[in-house]
């Protein structure tokens, strides 16, 4: 069955995990070659897992293509013992300018319904290891939404987010509405979506959907240092903080705190917490396993 046949197989069965679509991807991918995207290890020690989308002349639309050979490498590099960190990035011009219109403009709703159309998109967002976005030029519609599944987004100067979804008479969905609602606050999220008006990058720092903006020709270094930064501590004990952090957008106050509490007392299993605190304690810096 082709790589194709196999995701549109798991994309008909919504009830499936998409961690499942993850490991299917890495599996079906396995030595084949990259259409729409450059995938690569990045870093002094090459532990940054690196992607870059790769459609210029249609400004990095996420075709369904795209979109399964990203999911392919993420599982790749899930399962890489030497990477800490993902960075997704673009062009200069734009990180992604959407989903592809062409792909959707004759769809219908029981195509859409039925085979639980866009699902697969939650791929980049169910990966154990931290990704980081570094978006240059325009991040709209899908492009925001991508971003949004990372954990970090780092952006350029002339970064423009937006959800304009509204413009073609649908809604964001892939999480647009409710990733966006969580950053920003509500006000803003339901002007954005309403009018399909944009954002800078200091607008995005300062509403907290970006964490940092740097010069155009700065932010794909700097999302890789950080990368770096986070793959140098222990990979197993930074998958239960991203898991924790994540929570605090599903549960609860008290029921996060639970969590957070035996997901810390769980830390104290693991042989990195021990060289961790004996690394302070002698004055020297820890060397993880990741055991």
């Known amino acids: 069955m ?5 995701a549109a197989a798991l994309l008909l069965k919504p009830t499936r995990a998409v961690p499942a679509m993850l ?12 259409d729409y995207i450059l995938v690569d290890k990045r870093g002094e020690k090459r532990n940054v ?6 459609r210029p002349r249609v400004l990095n639309a996420l075709c369904f293509g795209l979109m399964w050979e990203v999911a392919r490498a993420l599982g790749d590099f899930q399962v890489d013992g030497d990477v800490g960190a993902v960075v997704i990035t673009g062009g200069e011009r734009a990180f992604a300018a959407g989903a592809d219109i062409k792909e959707m403009q004759n769809r219908t709703f029981q195509e859409s319904y039925g085979g639980n159309f866009l699902a ?7 990966v154990r290891k931290p990704v980081i976005a570094a978006v240059n030029g325009l991040a709209l519609g899908g492009g925001c939404e991508l971003a949004m599944m990372c954990d970090i987004i780092y952006a350029g100067e002339k970064a423009q987010f937006g959800q304009p979804e509204i413009l073609l008479g649908t809604i964001p969905g892939a999480g647009g509405t409710q990733r966006l609602t969580r950053a920003v606050g509500k006000s803003l999220a339901m002007e954005m979506v309403l009018t399909g008006d944009q954002i800078d990058a200091r607008q995005a720092e300062r509403s907290g959907l970006v964490s940092k903006v740097f010069p155009v020709d700065q932010v794909v270094a700097e999302a890789i240092k950080c990368g770096e930064k986070i793959a140098g501590n222990s990979k197993l004990v930074s998958a239960m903080a991203k898991e924790a952090v994540n929570a605090a957008y599903e549960l609860a106050l008290a029921e996060g705190n639970r969590l957070e509490r035996r ?13 961790g605190m004996a690394a302070f304690v002698q004055k020297r810096k820890a060397v993880f396993q990741d055991k």
């Open 120 to 126: 697969h998109w939650n791929a980049v967002s169910a």
């Open 2 to 6: 082709s790589l194709f046949c196999n």
């Open 23 to 34: 490991s299917a991807a890495r599996r079906a991918g396995t030595g084949g070659q990259y």
């Open 49 to 54: 897992g690196f992607i870059q989308l790769n």
């Open 263 to 275: 997901m810390f007392h769980a830390t104290f299993a693991t042989e990195d917490c021990k060289e």
